[in-house]
């Protein structure tokens, strides 16, 4: 899986994986938010719009930085895939009740 960080002078962290979101992308995610947590980051985006597969290690991985991001007086918002499988099963989890959910990265951003 590929992954584009971009941080913006406001405090919030963009990431953007592309590709598979799965057990074998998962551990390299979590220690990446992990890095990003320790070095005081608190406000992420998770743009999911070209994420292709998403599986119980990689929501695992976003539940996570969502409970961590927001203990440290942060957030994590989520930008919707747009592949239909992945986009099924963040609404069969019920994410979109769990995360707030957002159509576009520049939607997001301005919620913050």
Do not use: C
Request: charged share 25%; no cysteine.
């Amino acid at each position: 899986m590929d992954l584009l960080l971009t941080e913006f002078a406001t405090g919030v962290t963009v990431v953007k994986p592309k590709g598979r979101f799965d057990a074998f992308s998962a551990p390299s995610m979590r220690e990446r938010f992990d890095e990003l947590l320790g070095n005081g980051n608190n406000k992420f985006i998770v743009d999911l719009s070209e994420t292709t597969f998403l599986d119980s290690a990689g929501m695992a991985v976003l539940v996570s930085l969502l409970k961590r991001a927001r203990y440290a007086n942060g957030d994590t918002k989520l930008v919707w895939p747009i592949e239909p499988a992945a986009k099924r099963i963040l609404h069969l989890t019920r994410f979109d009740q769990v995360f707030e959910m957002n159509d576009t990265m520049d939607v997001a951003l301005k919620r913050f």
